[in-house]
């Protein structure tokens, strides 16, 4: 049996159709492994989809020809058709458009892990660079080359050196409150300050904390943060002069975890599971449900994010070229980009609650690991488990009211 | 629809719809002017209508770019308006020739294959799942990969063909064909 050019297309854009592809996945896989002839037609498949990106990326927007940012964008749509500009929006609008917020870099490890209740290594998850979001709206997965980062792990000290750069500019303006547990979704709700949605398909009743809400804002120092780069071999591009002493003001609002089965006590703040051994297997029916409204950073309205984020692409191993086409793609005013080990983890994209989210699994042998996070009306969503539970949080995930 | 639901899409979309409307009309100020009338038209939409918001924009997105492109004098005012964009944005001259012709061979070789061949492989290169894209042209979702594969394949015989012809007349014929 070989396969026809028109499934290994579906497979190469890991896109078979969801109802088949758990199955269809694993035996095209297994055939591919035991057919040169597939591997080959996969291969050549695969390089004529490369030489066709090429050619239709000349038709991008190139200097000078980029989009207005999505806020502009969308102001100009309101001058054209007043109606649109709703009685209740207003308020968010024009602060939006006076402000001019901007979106930059911050430390994405504490985004991912309060929203992500499981988390990979540091070294992997944070992939040692800065990201934020200004108002986020989309969700992108961007898979991390490993090894690279571990070469730069090893180097630990450059690690070291940048927690030290940060933290020595860093000024907390509001503390995170102490974590609270709520009796039900309402009571949350009223402490979090946004609606609290669970999931109906589940009969147990979760254990919710609402937890942090801190604001923090520091200065940049260009010279020291472009040493640093170029020591940890990022010297391309070079950091715009715009961003020295820019100052950027973060503020992380409160969110919830629920916590359905038998959970580690996450009322310390913490979010790691040790998923090895009997301390995994007891808490194999652990699911966490987290939400939180998006995060938003207030900067400088001269700061180049794209270029910035071409930089913080390269930690994930990414070429300056590739890493500039990358970021091109993304828009970075309203996109939270999820960091995944490249051989760590598979993700795919699901339909879940109405939009477009990730599902990313994370096969370790004895504890497989699985986050489904998706972004809805400005809240980020995620569900993390052990085992293979993942249809039960697409289950969950689709039935949250 | 509800303006915080409208607002949410706007800003998820806005940007990826912008570069597939650039991709085919070549041209900032349309492909903006284009971009804001898909999501006008999205606002007037019905909530019943709406199973898949982005598929629908998508559709009508791509609709709205190659109308605006069928008009050839059109074409060819964009083409021209994209060369002076390219050296007035202060690119090396020789590079932004190149890039322009290059952009004209890409443009040519999609507008000889079939209106949803050439649609297909703008939206798919621009990062659409292939749930959105059969939205987007209403074909199955099963059916995306073959019609990708066989695309792909058409526009690399297209494009090759093309370079093997020398003094070959600028803007091939204007393919309406379905």
């Known amino acids: 049996m070989h396969l026809d050019d028109e499934i290994l297309r579906a497979y190469l854009d890991r896109s078979l159709e969801p109802a088949e592809s758990g199955a269809r996945q694993a035996d095209i896989q297994d055939h591919l492994n035991a057919c040169p002839d597939c591997r080959a037609r996969l291969a050549a498949l695969a390089a004529r989809s490369a030489r066709l990106q090429a050619h239709l990326a000349v038709l991008d927007p190139g200097p000078g020809e980029a989009a207005h940012s999505a806020s502009s964008a969308f102001a100009l749509l309101t001058t054209r058709h007043p109606s649109l500009s709703g009685k209740e929006n207003l308020g968010m609008l024009s602060s939006l458009f006076t402000r001019r917020w901007r979106p930059l870099w911050i430390g994405l490890s504490a985004l991912v892990l309060f929203t992500v209740a499981f988390s990979f290594p540091p070294v992997r998850a944070w992939a040692g660079s800065l990201l934020a979001q200004f108002r986020v709206h989309n969700i992108t997965v961007v898979p991390v080359d490993a090894t690279h980062l571990s070469e730069l792990g090893t180097s630990s000290t450059i690690i070291q050196q940048i927690s030290q750069a940060i933290s020595d500019s860093m000024t907390v303006t509001k503390k995170p409150m102490k974590p609270q547990v709520a009796p039900n979704a309402a009571e949350a709700g009223k402490l979090a300050g946004f609606t609290v949605r669970l999931p109906q398909s589940r009969t147990d009743a979760p254990r919710i904390t609402v937890e942090g809400g801190s604001a923090f804002e520091f200065v940049v120092n260009r010279a020291r943060a472009q040493a640093l780069l170029n020591e940890a071999g990022f010297s391309q591009p070079q950091l715009p002069a715009s961003i020295d002493k820019a100052v950027i003001k973060v503020n992380i609002p409160v969110g919830i975890t629920a916590a359905y089965g038998d959970c580690p006590n996450l009322d310390e703040g913490t979010t790691t599971m040790n998923a090895s051994g009997s301390a995994g297997r007891r808490f194999l029916n652990c699911v966490l449900l987290a939400e939180i409204p998006s995060p938003t950073v207030d900067t400088p309205p001269n700061v180049d994010v794209e270029q910035l984020a071409e930089i913080g692409l390269q930690f994930t191993g990414m070429s300056p070229e590739e890493a500039h086409a990358y970021s091109a793609t993304v828009d970075w005013a309203s996109t939270l980009v999820v960091p995944i080990p490249r051989n760590g983890a598979s993700y795919k994209q699901v339909g879940v609650d109405g939009v477009t989210g990730y599902l990313i699994q994370r096969p370790v042998d004895d504890a497989p690991q699985y986050v489904l996070v998706w972004v809805k009306s400005g809240i980020i969503y995620a569900i993390g488990g052990l085992g293979n539970g993942a249809d039960n949080a697409l289950a969950m995930a689709n039935s949250l009211k | ?178």
């Open chain 2, 1 to 178: 629809m509800e303006t915080t639901d409208f607002q949410s899409l706007f800003f998820q979309h806005y940007a990826l719809v912008y570069r597939v409307l650039f991709r085919v009309v070549g041209n900032k100020e349309d492909a903006q002017d284009l971009a804001l009338e898909a999501f006008w038209k999205l606002w007037q939409q019905s909530p019943a209508q709406l199973e898949n918001p982005a598929g629908w924009l998508f559709r009508v997105a791509t609709r709205l770019g190659y109308n605006a492109l069928r008009a050839a004098k059109r074409r060819e005012r964009y083409e021209l308006e994209t060369a002076r964009q390219a050296l007035e944005s202060g690119q090396d001259p020789d590079r932004a020739v190149e890039r322009a012709d290059e952009r004209r061979r890409v443009r040519g070789v999609l507008e000889r294959m079939t209106e949803r061949d050439a649609q297909l492989l703008v939206l798919r290169y621009s990062g659409l799942a292939y749930k959105e894209i059969a939205a987007a042209l209403d074909i199955s979702p099963n059916s995306v990969g073959t019609l990708l594969a066989r695309a792909e394949e058409a526009f690399e015989k297209l494009y090759s063909d093309d370079s093997h012809s020398e003094g070959r007349s600028e803007g091939g014929p204007h393919a309406s064909r379905r």
